[in-house]
């Protein structure tokens, strides 16, 4: 936080500020409210010491955040506090504009908070992409080594995984005496990527070291420390590996053995107790608007048969004779869209998205005014969690410029990867799309920190979706078979609005949300039960891309419409970005005032 002298420092109200004021001269509130900011984030980053350190900050460096019952408490007593604070202590009618806006973004952030506290034992606490796999990843790619301090604090983190994992079980029976299980399929991911966390050294003699043991060795010869010191911290680690670690997850792999009996098959959130209240609360959550699940299973429907037209279009221009399913099994089976399954498939794979996205990067000023400074690198996903984890996904850079931001690809199965979705891939984790719109933010001096590093789905993947759009615009896509990957990732997120309310809201099973997939998509057997177990595990949160999507394009349209030959893409562009993570709602209204600017 930066230190602010002054000549005297006057109380602001019952926020217990100190911002700095000249003697008998009147607070100024945006100050005021900046200030409050800034205190709230603090107080936040204070209860969640893994998220300072993916921002790169060395706060409570060997800690866990804590998931038990007691730190929900705590985290909701705090969102209350900071909401009445905000109330009874900011006047928003004092506040200029680029004040007034963080001021509704910290009222949503925190009425969010307390809204999903009542559902805090709704969401499992283990599943597929759980704590088994995310504590591993968070230590592995976020957890920085440059001092034998670091390397202290890393050995302190292994070794407080014991009592954090501890926590989670304890929620996670917490929440199947609610009756709140994981749906049965998600018990063999647990224990085989648990059991991929403790295998290879300290935990046996094989050959090879562990993810976490290989890690903290490579991440140790990186620094300069004399041969004993570096010895003995290794010596640490194996023991607080073996102490903590593997008891630990030893403890996940029994839990999940003795739970895996009392699960059923039933996939949907209306399962749960008050299970549609809680869809309902989750639509609101992820898509920021009003959209009920009928409403919102009626625009996948259009979307899903504009796109299957845009698709006969291809088919046509590349000459394939057949109907739509045919073309879509071609698509999937013809080897000439595919890298090979192997070592040199993988490297090939990571290389053409590299030199994708540097061919993307040359042309960003077409279309934008402020480019990030972030650098940004492509990786395949760890060997440990690639089963179970998704296609592909991004993890945002420090604030520091110490850690690049990062496209992650997941290599598993080369099938699910094909070429020609490698362009519309890269564009939505990498730039313009994630990585573009987080480092923008982030990079936003001006904002506060609480704005430059949260975000909303349906804003930020909205943003990523709309991107693959505009490499059509910037002239990618220029094999027809390319334009046809896009156009199928495209899809397959109006799909995720029909699936996702079908599965949750209307009680399509597993099957029967398979199945669409397959006859609707490109998507194959194997990724389709992949992305259907996706959306039973979290229920909502696939809507929030083509919602947001189709957002952006109506509100590019609209001032596109109302400025005429005055309107600038890269303007609109750049405002949009600088706004940082917004509701959608809000940003309805701030690309409204923007354009009443312009027309001033």
Do not use: C
Not at 46 to 59: I, N, Q
Not at 67 to 92: M, Q, V
């Amino acid at each position: 936080m930066r230190i602010v002298r002054a000549m005297a420092l006057t109380v602001i109200g019952s926020l217990g500020l100190m911002a700095p004021v000249a003697r008998g001269a009147t607070p100024d509130p945006n100050a005021t409210a900046n200030a409050f900011f800034e205190r709230a984030f603090q107080e936040r980053l204070a209860l969640d010491p893994a998220f300072a350190t993916s921002l790169g900050l060395r706060l409570r460096y060997g800690e866990w955040p804590d998931p038990s019952e007691k730190g929900d408490l705590e985290r909701f007593e705090l969102a209350k506090r900071e909401l009445a604070e905000l109330h009874t202590g900011i006047d928003l009618a004092r506040l200029d504009d680029a004040t007034r806006l963080s001021y509704r973004v910290f009222e949503s952030g925190e009425e969010r908070r307390i809204a999903r506290y009542r559902w805090r034992n709704h969401s499992y606490a283990i599943d597929k992409d759980g704590p088994q796999v995310q504590a591993p990843a968070f230590l592995i790619n976020s957890h920085r080594i440059d001092t034998e301090s670091d390397a202290l604090a890393y050995i302190q983190r292994l070794t407080g995984l014991r009592t954090y994992m501890e926590q989670v079980l304890e929620r996670a029976e917490q929440s199947a005496r609610a009756g709140v299980l994981p749906p049965k399929f998600v018990f063999a991911y647990v224990i085989e990527d648990a059991g991929n966390v403790i295998n290879g050294r300290p935990f046996d003699d094989g050959p090879t070291d562990s993810p976490l043991f290989a890690d903290f060795k490579t991440k140790i010869a990186a620094i300069t420390l004399p041969d004993k010191r570096r010895e003995e911290l290794t010596a640490q680690a194996a023991q607080a590996l073996l102490t903590s670690v593997k008891p630990a997850w030893e403890s996940v792999i029994a839990w999940a053995k003795t739970a895996e009996p009392r699960a059923t098959t039933d996939d949907g959130a209306w399962k749960l107790p008050d299970g549609g209240a809680y869809y309902d609360f989750l639509l609101e959550n992820f898509t920021t608007t009003k959209l009920t699940a009928t409403e919102i299973h009626a625009i996948g429907l259009r979307e899903v048969a504009r796109l299957q037209d845009e698709m006969r279009r291809v088919m046509r221009d590349v000459g394939f004779e057949g109907n739509l399913q045919a073309f879509f099994d071609f698509m999937r089976t013809d080897d000439r869209f595919y890298y090979p399954d192997t070592p040199e498939g993988r490297a090939a794979w990571l290389a053409d998205a590299t030199r994708d996205l540097g061919a993307m990067r040359a042309r960003l000023p077409q279309m934008f005014v402020t480019l990030p400074k972030a650098e940004l690198v492509v990786r395949a996903v760890e060997p440990f969690r690639e089963k179970s984890a998704g296609k592909a996904f991004y993890q945002r850079p420090a604030q520091d410029g110490s850690r690049p931001g990062v496209f992650y690809a997941n290599l598993y199965r080369m099938r699910e990867m094909p070429k020609y979705e490698m362009e519309a891939l890269a564009f939505h984790e990498g730039i313009p799309g994630h990585h573009m719109q987080n480092a923008v933010a982030a990079e936003q001096e001006a904002l506060p920190q609480f704005r430059r590093s949260g975000g909303y789905s349906a804003y930020s993947e909205g943003w990523g979706l709309y991107s693959e759009r505009l490499g059509k615009e910037l002239g990618f896509y220029k094999d027809p078979y390319s334009e046809f990957g896009r156009l199928a990732l495209e899809l397959h997120r109006a799909v995720r609005l029909v699936v996702d309310t079908g599965l949750h809201a209307m009680h399509w099973s597993r099957e029967q949300t398979i199945r669409y997939h397959v006859e609707n998509s490109p998507t194959g057997e194997d990724a389709a039960i992949k992305a259907t177990e996706r959306y039973i595990l979290n229920p909502g949160q696939a809507t929030a891309y083509m919602i947001g999507m189709l957002k952006i394009v109506e509100l590019r349209e609209r001032a596109a419409a109302a400025l005429g030959k005055e309107f600038d893409i890269r303007e609109f562009h750049d405002f949009v970005l600088r706004t940082g993570g917004v509701p959608l709602t809000v940003l309805e209204s701030e690309v409204q005032r923007w354009i009443e600017t312009r027309r001033s």
